[in-house]
Structure formats: C-alpha cells, structure tokens
C-alpha cells in the first residue's frame, strides 16, 4: 500500500520560513520523481516544485529563489523548505509521485499552510 503522508505545515507571517517533509512507504522511492502541489482556496491544484530520481529540480515561476526542494532517499522523504513566504503562498500543499508504468499519481493527504500578512 503507498503511502505519502506530509508534515510541517502551520501559520507563519509574511517572510517567514517552513520546511514540509513528505515521508514515502509502499514504492521504491528512489526510483521515482516526487513533487509537490499546492491548492488554495477556490483555486486549482498547481505545481510547485518537482525533483527527479537523479536530482534535477524544477520549480513553478512564483516560487523559484524562494523554496527549495530536496530528497532523502535513505529516508525516502522529500522536503519543501519554503523562505521569503508571502500571503498568496497560502494554501494546502499535496506530496506527489507520477506512477511509474501507469497512468495516474499517488498523492498525500496534504498540509495547511497559512501565511498571515
């Protein structure tokens, strides 16, 4: 059974920081690309940062100089550390992994992230 469970989320002011932490179980983590996303109220679900098995990362526009993702694989986890926060960053951020071989994506159950102005 895969599992992506996220942790770390809370409220922090305007320029503040967060490190997420999504800790993986039921795949060969190091096998498979991991992101995150983020959906705020009424919105869309959007991509924020992705990073391959090999460690090539990609990030969304509004994000880029301000988070930072990064994998352990000898722990399976990928983190999210976020810096320079801003109200509009508000939002649930979801852990991702595309599935490898078929279609579709494993997800987590997300984590709240509030940034006060």
């Known amino acids: 059974q895969v599992q992506l469970v996220e942790s770390g989320g809370g409220l922090v002011q305007t320029g503040g920081s967060l490190k997420l932490s999504c800790a993986a179980s039921?795949?060969?983590?190091?096998?498979?690309?991991m992101g995150w996303y983020r959906q705020a109220p009424g919105k869309q679900r959007e991509f924020v940062a992705t990073?391959?098995?090999?460690?090539?990362?990609n990030y969304a526009d509004s994000v880029k100089g301000r988070f930072t993702i990064s994998r352990d694989n000898a722990k399976n986890t990928v983190n999210l550390q976020m810096n320079s926060l801003k109200p509009e960053d508000t939002a649930v951020y979801y852990c991702?992994?595309?599935?490898?071989?078929?279609?579709?994506?494993?997800w987590g159950q997300g984590t709240q992230v509030t940034v006060s102005s």
């Open positions: 039921g795949i060969l983590f190091e096998l498979y690309t």
């Open positions: 990073i391959t098995r090999g460690g090539v990362t």
């Open positions: 991702n992994a595309p599935r490898i071989g078929q279609i579709g994506n494993y």
